[in-house]
Each structure stands twice: as C-alpha cells, then as structure tokens.
C-alpha cells in the first residue's frame, strides 16, 4: 500500500525532493574500549521516549517534601518534566559513617522544611518518579545476560507501594516497600536477559521512585579510562606542605606549582572546572550566592556540557560523594552540575572518613564500569574543626601565619590529606590505578594575612579567614595535582595555569575530542615540556574580579568601599601588585600609578568573560493569510515585563514595561519575549473592527482553539504552558489569528520565598560565608 | 582489426541468434521514443538532480540490465528460428543461404515477441495501462481490442501452433518418418539388452515418489499449526453477505466451516499500523506504528508481538506476501522467514525503469525474469495472487513438521484493484469507457461517474475473487497434504474499503471514519484441532483481541498487550465480551477529500512536504510533523449499539454520534438527542485516548503535553 502510493506519486511527478545528502562522517574515532562493562541505556535519558501512564504531575505538586526537584537536563517539557526528579533521601543512621568512639555526636536524620542541612549523609539520585500506579515502559537495546541496577525508594512517610519489573511482559522482579522503609533507598540488581521490552511499574498507595536504574552489560567493555577529581575545599597551595599522601602523589604525576583558581567560592569554582571556562562564559556568575529565578532558568536553559553530562552520555556513571550542597539542583544555594547521582555527607568533622569510606565502597563496587567519580573533601573549610590529634601533628610552613586559627586551618588539610591517602591506597588495591586518571586541586584558598583583612561595606562580609570576596593570592594560588601512571607524565609545571585547564586536560588525557572555543586548554603540553605563551588567569568573585598575567595582579571590584580593621573606611576600586617584588600583595601599585595599571586595565577589559545568551521563549503573534487584507488592531498586556524581538508588517508601540499597543496587517507577524514565562498574558484584539472571541485564536504548535470556554482572551498558570510549540503551527489561509511561544526549556520553578531567604542566611553562616549575626 | 571485428559482428547478426539478439535490442530504443519526458518518474528539477547523484550508477545498471535482457529474449527467440530453419532445410534436404539465416531469426524474434507481449499485455493489461491505454488513441484502441477479444488460451493455442509448424512439422516430412522409426526400434532394443539397469531405474522412480508421499503425509505437529489468510482491503460483506457464496465460493466456504466474527472491527484501517496492531494486540499508540511511514526508531522500538512469542514456543514463524507486504520487510515483529517484496527509493528506481520499456516487462516480469528484476515482486500490478498461492504451498512444503505459524497477505485487493486475466473482466461491463478500464490508481484527480463508480466495485470484486481461487489452491493443497487437520486457518482483513457506495465517503480506507466499510472486517476462525463448530459472533471483537487469542489457543504465552483472549466466544461459551472497538484516521495524503474536507480537519501538508528521505531511502514522517499528524487524527469508539467519531478542526470538536442498530450505514448524527450517551462515550474515549501516557485533554483536544 505504501508502495503504491509512493510509487503512484513519484510517477505522477508531483514528488518534491526532501532528501538531504548523507551526513558526513565527522565524529572522531571513539576512544579505546577498556576491558570491564557498559552502561548499555540509562533509564532517565530515555524517559522522553518511554511509554508512562501515571498522573505524575498531580502526585508531584501533592508531595510535601522539600529535598526534591525536577531535573532540568534532558529537555523534558510539560508533563513530562515530572518524569525524571532529582531526589535526595536521608541514609537512615548516619552514624554508619562515624567512626567508634569519636567525640562528636551525630543527630538522626530529619527533614528540613526547606533546606536539607542537618547533620546526616543524603543520597540524592536522578529518578524516575512513580506515584503509584505508574508505568514506564522502555524499548531497550537487547543485552545477552543483561543487569538492571537501580534503587527503589517511597517518599518519607508515604504509604506501601509494590515496585514491579516487566521484562517482555513477564513479571521478573517484585518488591514492596512498607511505610516503616519509607524515605531511603534501596539498591536492587535485576537480571533482564536480552529483553527488548522494560516496564518499570509501581502500585498501592505510596510515592515511588526508580532511582537512577541503568541497564548494564557485562564484560561489553568499559567506555574509556576512569575519572577521579578529588577537590578539598578552601585549600591553598601552601598547605601542602602539611599534606605528605598529596606531595607522594604530585610526585608521580603532573604537578601545577602556579595553579590559580577560576573563581574565588566553591559554585562558580566547581562550575569552571567541570566546564572548561569561566563561570559566567558558562552561564552562572559568581556574584549572586543564591541564583534569582530567571537566573537559574537561563543556565538550565544554556544547557552547558559539564564534565559529568558530557561523560553520562559516553557511558560513564558520574557520581560526586562529598560534604557540598553547591552541585545539587533543590537547595536554592546549589545548581545541578549534571552528577546522576550525589552522597551528600553533611557533617564538619565526621564528613572526612565517611566520604573515604563511600567513595572506597564506590570504588570497590563499579571497578569494572566507566566512571567519573567527584570527591569533595570540606575538612579545611570553616569551621576549622579538626579531629585533635591533626593539631599536633602539623608544623606551619614558613611564612605561613602561626595563629591557632591557622594551625587548626592547616590540621584539616593533613586531616584530608590522610584519607585522600586512603582513596590512594584503594585504588592501587583495586589494580585501576592505571586506567584511572586521579585530579586533585583546591577550589579557591582562604585570607589568614592580617594586611588582608578588612570587611567589604557592599556585602556586609570581612575577609580575614574567609574567601569569596576578596582575590589576593592566598585565595588565587591552589595546589593542582593528576596522576594517571603510564598517561600522564611525571612532570612539575611552573608556569602560571588556571583550573578552566582541568576539563580540557581530562578530555585529553581520556583521549576524546576538545570543545573548541573554550577558555581553557590542556595541561599535557605543559607537561610534555612544550614552551608556551603565558596563560593569563582570570578569576571571578562576589564584588570582585582579577587578572593574573605576566608577574602582575590586577585586581577589581564593582563596590569598593572597605572598612579597614582600624574602623577607616576607604573606597579601593581597583589594586595592581608585583608579584616578582611583592609575593605577598601588601603594596598596592594602583595608587601609585604605576605604569603598568593602564596595560592591566587593557588586559581585564579584554579578558572579562560576557553571558552566553540563553534561547529565550519568544511569544509569536501571526496572522494567516486571508483572500481578503484584515487590520488587527489591540493591546498585549503582561503582569511580567514584555520586550519587542520582531514586528514584520506590523507596528507595535510599548505602552509602558507591561503593555504593548499592536496594529496587524495581513499576514503579520510580532515577536515578543515575556519575562518571567510563568506570566500572565491578556490580549484585546479586534479585527476589522470588531472584537476577536477568544474562540477565533489560535494557540499552541497545533493551532487549536483551546481558549474557546474562556471569557476573554487571557492566558495565565497552566494555560501559559498552552502556547509553547515545538513548530510552528501551519498558519491555515482564512486569516486565523495564531499565538504561540518557542518552549522554554525549563518548566516553572518554585519561587524563593523570603523564608528561604532566611534559610539562606543561617545557612551562609553556617557555612562561613556570613558572620553570626549579619 | 576493424575488419576482423566488423566480419565477426556480420557472421553473428547473420546467424538465427544474432539477428534476434539485434531485433530485440532495436526495442531498447524504441521504447524511448513517446516514452514520458520526466526523468524516471521524477518531473522535480531538484529531485532530478539528488536521484542521478545518488542513485547514477544504479539507473545506468538497470538500463544496462534491461538491454541484455532484450538480446538474451532475442538470441533465444533467434535460435528457436534457427533450430526451425535447420529441420525444415533437413526435412528438404537443402541449405539456407546467410540472408535467410538471418531472416529467420529476425522473423522468429519478432513472432515470439508479439506472442509473449500480446499474451502479457492480456494477463496483466495493468502493466501497460500507462503506456498504452493512458495516452488514448490508437494505443487505447489497439489494448482494449486486444484485451476484449483474445484470451489467453487463444493465444496459447496460436502460439503452439506456429511452434508446432517450425519445429515439429518438419518431422512429418518423408525423410523424418524414417528416421523417427530408426529411433524407436533402437530404444526398445537397448531397454531389452540392458534389463537391469532398466529395472533400476524405474524402482528408484517408485521409491521417490513413495518417499515424497511418505513426507508429505507424516508431518504430525505436536501443536496446530496457524495459517493466517489475509486479504487486503477485504471487506467483511465480501465474506458474509448473502450473494458472496455465488462470486466467492472458496471464502464463503470457508466461512462456512469456521467460527464467524460477524463484527469484527480495525483499529487504523491502513496495512501497516493495522497488522502491527493485529500481532502485537496492542493498540496504535501503545505501539508507536500510527501511519504508514514512521522513523526507523519507532519500528525498531514497537516491542513483544504474536510471532515473537510463538517462535519462543516452539514455532517456526513466516510471513509471505506480495507487494502490501513490503512492510513486513521492514519491521521487526518476530518473523523467522520473511519472504516479501522490499520497497525502497532503489525499488522506485528499478520500477521505474522498467515501465520506460514496456517491451521488456513480459520478460521482466516472468518466473525467471524476476531474478533479474526483483523489484516486480513489489509492482501493484504484478500482484496475482495465484503466484502468492504458489510461493505459499512451498513454504508449507518446507515449513511441514514443526508447527508453523504462517501469514500470507494477498495485496491484490487493495487499490488499484489489479487482478489479471480474466478476473479484472469478471465483473465489468465491456461497454464501459472510463478511465478506470483496468485498475483504479489512487489519488487520480479524476471525476468519478456513476459508471466508474461501477466499475470500480467491479474490479475490486475482481481482485476478491482472483484472490478467492488463489485461497482455494492453497486449501486444496493444506487438504490433500494431509495438514489441514492439524491447522488452525484463520481468515481476516487488515482493513476494508470504500467503494464509492455511500455518497461523500469516496474510496479508500484510512482516511475517515464516516460509516464502518473502512474498519469493518471480515474475522473467521476455522479450527479442526479443537474441533469449534462453525457459528456467528454478533458481539463486538477488535483487532487487539487476535493476538491473545490465538495464544491462548495454541498455548503459548500472549504478548502483553491491550486485548482479550476470545477463547469464550469461539466456544461458544458467552454471547458478548462487552468490548468496544476505538479507530482512528491514518496520514492524509492531499490537503482535502470526501470526510476530510478543510473544515473537518486540522492542517498539515501533503506527503511531499511532510515526509523526508532516510539516507537509507527510506521514507518517513519529518519529527517535526509527527505529533502534528496525530493531534489531527480523527478518532471513534464503538459498542454493540452506538458509535461516537471526535474530529478535531480549528472551529473546535465535533462530536457526533450515530445509533448502529437503528442506522447501520450512519447516516443521521443524533448526537443532540441523546447528550447522555454522548457523555458516556466521549469518557470513553478520552480514556482510551489518553491511555498512552503522553497525550493530555486540552479543553475538547488531545493533545501531547
């Protein structure tokens, strides 16, 4: 039948060409398959295609339970955003982790309303949610003895539900949590031989979750050598002297004696390191500790390739195991950095061995699969609490301040340094020392200079024992070390070079592909002994910025005012030192006028990073064509602010911020972007005259009169979400008034409230960005 | 050199076989002057210009294989003559000057092919429709004479004649009495002087036979075998009206001796959504397969179906068909054999080379011809079924002693309705002189007359009832084989047809669900294996209800899916299951037509602007398009006394119900007198609308959240 009627067409010579020549082949040769097992298909990355029934968005909106969130990669839109959530569950004693007889104490875990801080170890994994009853049904490339590994878990306090796996349409596996279970996870592997078909279904009363489940083939062959990128927070390059396991280590691989951070706090930090260019080229600055809602949107919506995304989709598991918030996509302070799945180990001083002891488990459990394991080591973080017999043991180094808050400082550093020492150790054990390429750096370092400290009027923060918002190189200068026997060569690199470098050198080193365009570059070079120009560092904080470049510090800020310790307030814009003459930054040249400042101030205009600019939901207002000319005439009014992209036969004049008066001939068409997307839109529109019904608009990609019940012509809440269009709708020829919008990649978040903020602010001194009481 | 060549070509033309060769070759040529001036088919400059970039090579192949076809046909046609010269110069004991050498296979070769192409042009007049018969005049005049007065017996009957005269007269001469004599005395003396070998020879032909009948009888299958006859675009009343017995014996036969699912309904009325939905039991959009043309992906991602379970216990599985079938080709259900035709842009190529000669396609389109031009296998004119009968009694052959889970799809009944002779003049009026004499091309743009409307539901009943005598071999043969017993036969339609028979519903299938010709299906199971007595199920079964049943019948586990196991009504146990049957439209090719005009339906372009071009040449609908194609679908449910059809169009939804029982051709909306019903079933149907987990209720719409 298909045949007849292609043939009949072709033969009657109306068939119009919609080919296109065959793509070239231009995707590198993928990297050498290790021996080991695949990750043969990750169920959420597929979730776009399955096959789900189940009120997911109802059961979604219904749970009250603050530590989940919707996963913004994948570009799942509508309803079926619901479908793949980032949860995290509280592991349910966490003194597991502890060690016996410690001093400190732990509190059982419980659940804060909005912020997930208490002391406990969460176990965050991008899920499947299955309020029950759910079905996901899945085609999956057939494996010969296959493996489905995955975690079940029901909301905390939810009732009993059945989980049950369907491979073909036989039931292989069934398991039901009781409410007493509620809250944690529970890790299943299901054997799914070279079945085609996989239903994920779930029923009784309960809120389920499929965490994380992946189909694994076994002895298929690992995708490519293993990641481990071990970042001990707030640690700087002089520590290591306190640090022997980290210096043996510098010793057998590549070692980066001028490492300077990209940013000076842990989130733009990390997001420059896993994405190879400076924070705010990414998409997320450094100079908002909680990002607004728009912000948050556009970075989601920017979609930038982090190192854990881009290796989950070649295969790799991408799990971070640490005591930080900052990588998480449900604490308003965090952004998803793209990790599949996060152990959040919450605690200042028993974090340390229970993140070891994680990460060798981890280690020991997927020593045959791919993976990019990140390790966030708190302990030199404040508070300064190091377990008390690491006080004893350090010597500050020379030069190094010799107060008891620095030795304390440096007492976590060799603190962490013993149990890297341990993940060291492991993985010798294990024999994947070879295939493994070991990163360890420090995030940013932290002030302890006395001629440093003064408190920064325009955040209300002082600077001495803190980071963040000042650049000297106390808080620029971090150790960076990798090490990968047989790949990575022994070297000691003195040159000055950035942490924007460890993406591009990771990708090298696991032979695949650079992103062009990126600031950073691989380190291999260097290491190899390549001369090469200097690398120019620029690195980005709250109020400040700097440049680092040829023995100079050019340093910024966007508010200057200062209160010195002595109570003097000053107003310092900018701050030029020698490093050659001035190691340690206490003679500020700018002042002076020194040469030198107006070539600085070139450099830091050209080297300052922009904002990628982020696809935006465009409202389209078109008229179709008509036999007869129509003049469309009316206002477009917003309770969000409204800016004009395009107006092709059309005139269209703001009113103010809200409202645009609009006059339409024939086929027009207006262009128009509507901040937030979540606003309401309210359109008066007459056409020759007489007033449009809302019955006569045309909405959505469909072209469907989806507002004909309505009033008047008003879209807001979930009609909103009615406008967006994957395609233009076919604009039909009676001269049809259609409206619709480019979808927004990301579906509504919630709203910072100011409790949050308060949240945020205990949360902030918790942490050390705040002063009690500020 | 030159002079050596030049003598060597003039020996070889001079010779019987040479010359024929040449003749026939001159046709090569011939065939392009008045040929049609597209380029293969392709009037699109751009289009043009992709098809000889990519496809160059292969065309000039075809062309290529096409000539050496004539001069093959040729030197054979030639030698014949020749071998004819030699007896009768023998016969009279004289010799043939070079000129009448070559004048013999000239003569010959033009004979022979006026024979073979009057003979092919009668049996399959379809084949040449576009080159004669399309273009009027004498050519119209010439085909329709022949077609109208010469059968292919005559034919045949000419045609031994004048062989009998060139090869077999020669031996009547005086000269060839003689030596046949001599030949016979000397057979019988060696048979006599060799007894032995004699009597070898023919115990070994007693054993041979005895052993083909030893195998044929014995293969016992521990489980039934299922053979499935389905017949494209077969309409139910074509089985279970009361003059079917008259004009299709062999199916009403059948009917007769099965269980009658008089209410049978399809979910898609289009081949490939509709058989994907047969043997999964799932429905459309549980499957993913919801028009003709979807992306490699959903094919590949449609899951578990009826022969994949069946194979899994212990069946060998096959599916047989001619052109319709090509989709099984291309679409991964569970077959271990699938013998059908492949389609794809080189099948468009090859096709179309061939219909630029039509001097070549009697050969072409012969048993050994179509080693060289497989793409016939999926020309709609070359659909006899008879030829499907064949290839069907071999595979059963082969497939005999395992059970077997055989398909054979005959697409013969499908649009354009080309039977051969003398079924597409079974029907017809001579007296007609529409366009429509020999098929009825789909969307010709053509106005349909009363007339042509006749002789349309003429040649479709042509087309049924080639097919019925294409069945009855293959009954006939299950019979004497000794394996009907041990099968189950079951009969059905993956769709059936309108035929113009209810103003404004037009023909085809698919694209409206204005009355049920297009849904209505023809359902019968015949199971000598349980021994179930024939009897008519009025209640309402679906085509998500086969797959289960036949499962559950032969004992297998079902594919997980949407339908019932009907093993309660096959029985006789129940009178009704209380299931209701849901359809929905297909793809629309043109912008409008009778149940689809612009105001009944959502816009979307036509295939050319809506399809693209895999690398791979195959077709599919753009991604950008598809959830469009489906928001559009037009969708119905149905129960034992009403049906509700939805159709989406920018003026909102129209909802319109219609009492079956009362009126059974649906011609009076009574939606506005009984709004509770309509509520009822618009629950429904929503229900089953949104049970794919991706569609959502926008106001009146269904639509992909």
């Given at each position: ?35 080991g097992d695949a990750i043969a298909f990750r169920f959420v990355e597929h979730a776009g295609?399955a096959?789900v029934t189940g009120a997911l968005d109802e059961a979604w909106r219904a749970l009250a339970y603050p530590a989940k969130v919707l996963r913004p990669y994948g570009?799942l839109?509508?309803?079926a955003a619901f479908r793949v959530v980032e949860l995290a569950l509280a592991d349910a004693d966490v003194k597991t982790y502890g060690q016996p007889?410690?001093?400190?104490q732990t509190s059982a875990a419980r659940y804060d309303p909005v912020w997930n801080r208490t002391r406990a170890v969460y176990e965050s994994k991008s899920a499947l949610f299955a309020p029950s009853p759910s079905r996901y049904r899945f085609?999956v490339?057939?494996i010969?003895?296959g493996v489905l590994r995955l975690a079940i878990a029901i909301a905390p306090g939810s009732d009993e539900a059945e989980f049950v796996v369907e491979a073909?349409?036989?039931r292989v596996w069934a398991r039901a949590i009781p409410r007493s279970e509620s809250g944690s996870w529970i890790a299943e592997e299901i054997p799914v031989?070279?079945a085609?078909?996989i239903v994920l279904a779930t029923t009784g009363k309960g809120v389920g979750f499929w965490g994380y489940p992946v189909l694994i083939e076994r002895?298929?062959?690992a995708?490519?050598?293993n990641v481990i990128v071990v970042i ?38 990390l997001?420059?390191?896993l ?31 982090l190192l854990p995304r881009?290796l989950a989709s070649?295969g790799y598991l991408a799990r971070a195991i640490g005591n930080n918030f900052f990588l998480l996509g449900y604490p308003q302070i965090g952004l998803d950095l793209g990790f599949d799945e996060v152990d959040d180990i919450r605690h200042p001083v028993l974090d340390t061995p229970a993140i070891t002891a994680a990460a060798i488990a981890f280690l020991e459990a997927h020593a045959r699969e791919p993976f990019l394991l990140q390790l966030h080591y708190d ?40 149990y890297?020492?341990r993940v060291?150790?492991a993985?010798?054990?294990l ?316 579906t509504?978040l919630p ?12 949360m ?11 | ?692 987990g ?12």
């Amino acid at each position: 039948m298909r045949a007849l009627i292609v043939v009949t067409l072709i033969a009657g010579g109306c068939a119009r060409s919609t080919a296109s020549p065959p793509a070239p082949g231009d995707a590198p040769a993928p990297a050498a398959r290790l021996p080991g097992d695949a990750i043969a298909f990750r169920f959420v990355e597929h979730a776009g295609e399955a096959q789900v029934t189940g009120a997911l968005d109802e059961a979604w909106r219904a749970l009250a339970y603050p530590a989940k969130v919707l996963r913004p990669y994948g570009g799942l839109r509508g309803a079926a955003a619901f479908r793949v959530v980032e949860l995290a569950l509280a592991d349910a004693d966490v003194k597991t982790y502890g060690q016996p007889g410690h001093a400190h104490q732990t509190s059982a875990a419980r659940y804060d309303p909005v912020w997930n801080r208490t002391r406990a170890v969460y176990e965050s994994k991008s899920a499947l949610f299955a309020p029950s009853p759910s079905r996901y049904r899945f085609s999956v490339p057939p494996i010969a003895g296959g493996v489905l590994r995955l975690a079940i878990a029901i909301a905390p306090g939810s009732d009993e539900a059945e989980f049950v796996v369907e491979a073909d349409g036989r039931r292989v596996w069934a398991r039901a949590i009781p409410r007493s279970e509620s809250g944690s996870w529970i890790a299943e592997e299901i054997p799914v031989d070279s079945a085609r078909e996989i239903v994920l279904a779930t029923t009784g009363k309960g809120v389920g979750f499929w965490g994380y489940p992946v189909l694994i083939e076994r002895d298929a062959g690992a995708a490519g050598a293993n990641v481990i990128v071990v970042i001990i927070d707030t640690l700087r390059s002089d520590a290591l002297a306190v640090m022997p396991r980290l210096q043996q280590l510098a010793e057998r691989g590549l070692r980066c004696d001028q490492a300077i951070t990209a940013a000076t706090w842990t989130r733009p930090s990390l997001i420059a390191m896993l994405g190879g260019d400076l924070p705010t080229t990414i998409g997320q600055s450094a100079e908002e500790m909680i990002p607004a809602d728009r912000e948050r949107r556009r970075f989601y919506a920017v979609s930038p390739p982090l190192l854990p995304r881009l290796l989950a989709s070649d295969g790799y598991l991408a799990r971070a195991i640490g005591n930080n918030f900052f990588l998480l996509g449900y604490p308003q302070i965090g952004l998803d950095l793209g990790f599949d799945e996060v152990d959040d180990i919450r605690h200042p001083v028993l974090d340390t061995p229970a993140i070891t002891a994680a990460a060798i488990a981890f280690l020991e459990a997927h020593a045959r699969e791919p993976f990019l394991l990140q390790l966030h080591y708190d302990a030199p973080h404040w508070p300064y609490t190091p377990p008390p017999e690491y006080l004893a043991r350090v010597t500050p180094p020379p030069g190094f301040p010799e107060d008891a808050l620095a030795r304390a400082y440096l007492a976590e550093a060799a603190y962490a340094d013993e149990y890297l020492g341990r993940v060291v150790d492991a993985l010798a054990r294990l024999h994947l020392e070879e295939r493994t390429l070991l990163v360890v750096l420090g995030d940013h370092g932290e002030i302890f200079d006395h001629a440093h400290s003064h408190t920064v009027e325009a955040l209300h923060q002082p600077t001495l024992h803190h980071h963040g918002w000042s650049a000297y190189d106390e808080i620029l200068r971090v150790p960076l070390v990798m090490a990968m026997p047989g790949t990575v060569p022994t070297a000691r690199v003195t040159a000055q070079v950035s942490l924007v470098d460890v993406e591009p050198t990771i990708l090298d080193v696991l032979g695949r592909p650079l992103r062009p365009g990126t600031r950073g570059r691989s380190l291999l070079p260097l290491a190899r002994g390549v001369t090469e120009s200097e690398r120019v560092a620029f690195v980005e904080g709250q109020d400040v910025r700097a440049v680092r470049a040829g023995g100079w510090l050019y340093l910024r800020r966007s508010d200057g005012r200062l209160t010195r310790d002595d109570g003097t307030r000053v107003t310092v814009d900018e701050e030029l030192y020698d490093l050659a003459r001035d190691p340690l930054q206490h003679h500020d040249l700018a002042r002076a006028g020194d040469p030198q400042l107006q070539q600085m101030r070139t450099l830091f205009a050209r080297e300052l990073p922009t904002a990628p600019v982020a696809p935006e939901p465009v409202l389209h207002l078109q008229i179709a064509p008509d036999v007869r000319p129509h003049i469309i005439e009316g206002t477009l009014r917003t309770d969000g602010t409204v800016s004009i992209r395009n107006a092709a036969g059309a005139e269209v004049t703001p009113l103010d911020a809200h409202t645009l008066a609009l006059r339409l001939r024939d086929a027009a068409l207006v262009e128009v972007v509507i901040d937030p997307p979540t606003a309401q839109v309210a359109l008066t529109l007459t056409r020759d005259g007489m007033p449009i019904a809302p019955s006569e608009v045309l909405v959505g990609g469909f072209g469907l009169p989806l507002l004909a019940g309505a009033r008047a012509l008003v879209l807001d809440g979930e009609r909103v979400t009615w406008l967006d269009a994957a395609r233009a709708p076919v604009p039909g020829e009676r001269g049809e008034v259609l409206l619709w919008r480019d979808p927004s990649t990301v579906t509504a978040l919630p709203a910072v409230s100011a409790r949050n903020n308060q949240e945020v602010g205990d949360m902030m001194r918790r942490w050390g960005y705040a002063q009690p009481g500020k | 050199m030159l002079s050596t060549i030049r003598s060597v070509v003039r020996r070889a033309v001079a010779s019987g076989p040479g010359a024929g060769a040449l003749v026939l070759s001159l046709f090569f040529l011939l065939d392009f002057v008045g040929a049609s001036l597209e380029f293969m088919g392709f009037s699109d400059e751009k289009a043009t210009s992709i098809i000889i970039h990519r496809y160059g090579a292969r065309i000039v192949g075809e062309q290529l294989v096409i000539l050496a076809t004539y001069a093959v046909v040729g030197a054979t046609l030639g030698a014949v003559g020749a071998l004819s010269g030699c007896l009768w110069d023998w016969a009279q004991r004289g010799s043939g000057s070079r000129r009448r050498r070559m004048l013999r296979g000239v003569l010959a070769a033009l004979l022979g092919h006026a024979y073979f192409f009057v003979r092919s042009l009668v049996h399959y007049p379809q084949l040449y429709s576009e080159a004669f018969f399309d273009r009027g005049g004498i050519r119209r005049t010439l085909m329709v004479a022949a077609t109208n007065h010469l059968s292919l017996r005559l034919l045949d009957g000419i045609a031994a004649l004048g062989l009998a005269t060139a090869l077999v007269a020669p031996a009547f001469s005086a000269r060839g009495r003689v030596r046949i004599d001599w030949w016979i005395a000397h057979a019988a003396g060696a048979l006599t002087r060799r007894p032995r070998l004699t009597a070898a020879a023919v115990a070994l032909l007693l054993v041979g036979t005895g052993a083909a009948v030893y195998h044929r009888g014995h293969g016992h299958a521990t489980r039934p075998n299922v053979l499935l006859i389905a017949v494209d675009s077969l309409r139910a009343d074509r089985v279970f009206s009361a003059d079917a017995a008259r004009r299709f014996p062999t199916l009403a036969r059948l009917a007769s001796r099965g269980v009658r699912f008089r209410e049978a309904h399809v979910t898609v009325p289009r081949t490939f959504p509709s058989f994907v939905t047969l043997l999964t039991g799932r429905f459309p959009h549980h499957h993913g397969i919801r028009h003709m043309f979807p992306t490699e992906a959903a094919r590949k991602a449609i899951g578990p179906a009826l022969p994949s379970t069946l194979h899994e216990g212990g069946y060998r599985t096959a599916v047989l068909s001619d052109y319709a079938g090509e989709i099984f080709s291309r679409t991964p259900l569970g077959f271990d054999d699938i013998r059908v035709p492949y389609f794809d842009m080189k099948t468009i190529i090859a096709q179309r080379s061939l219909q630029v000669h039509p001097n070549v396609l009697p050969y072409a389109t012969s048993a050994l011809g179509r080693l060289a031009f497989p793409a016939v296998d999926a020309m709609p004119e070359r659909s006899d079924p008879a030829l499907l009968a064949d290839r069907a009694i071999t595979e059963i052959d082969r497939l005999a002693g395992k059970p077997f889970f055989l398909t054979v799809f005959f697409s013969t009944a499908h649009f354009p309705y080309a039977s051969p002779s003398p079924y597409y003049q079974r029907f017809t009026a001579r007296a007609y002189a529409g366009p429509f004499r020999y098929q009825k091309p789909p969307l010709s743009t053509a106005t349909v007359t009363p007339a042509d409307a006749a002789q349309i539901r003429a040649l479709y009943d042509g087309a049924v009832a080639a097919t019925d005598d294409a069945i009855a071999r293959l009954l006939r043969r299950l019979e004497d084989d000794g394996i009907a017993r041990d099968t189950i036969v079951v009969l059905l339609a993956d769709h059936g047809e309108n035929l113009y028979d209810v103003d404004g519903r037009g023909m085809g299938h698919g694209d409206h669900l204005e009355g049920s010709s297009a849904d209505h299906v023809p359902l019968v199971v015949v199971d000598p294996v349980h021994g179930l007595a024939p009897r008519d199920v009025p209640a309402i079964v679906r085509d998500v209800d086969l797959a289960p049943t036949l499962a559950a019948l032969v004992g297998v586990n079902a594919p997980p899916g949407d339908g019932v196991d009907l093993g309660p009504l096959l029985r006789g146990e129940r009178d009704g299951l209380g299931l209701d049957a849901f359809s929905e439209t297909e793809f629309w090719f043109t912008s409008h037509g009778p149940g689809f005009e612009a105001d009944e339906r959502l816009p979307y372009p036509g295939i050319t602007g809506a399809t693209d071009l895999a690398t791979d040449g195959d077709i599919f609908i753009k991604p950008e398009w598809q959830d469009t194609v489906v928001v559009a679908k037009h969708r119905s449910i149905r129960t034992e006394r009403w049906k509700l059809i939805y159709r989406p169009t920018r003026r909102g939804v129209d909802w319109r119900l219609f009492d079956v029982v009362t009126d059974p051709d649906e011609r009076r909306d009574v939606a506005a007198q009984h709004p509770d019903v309509v509520v009822e079933l618009r629950r429904k149907l929503v229900a089953w609308m949104t049970s794919d987990g991706r569609t959502v209720m926008r106001g009146d719409f269904a639509v992909p959240e």
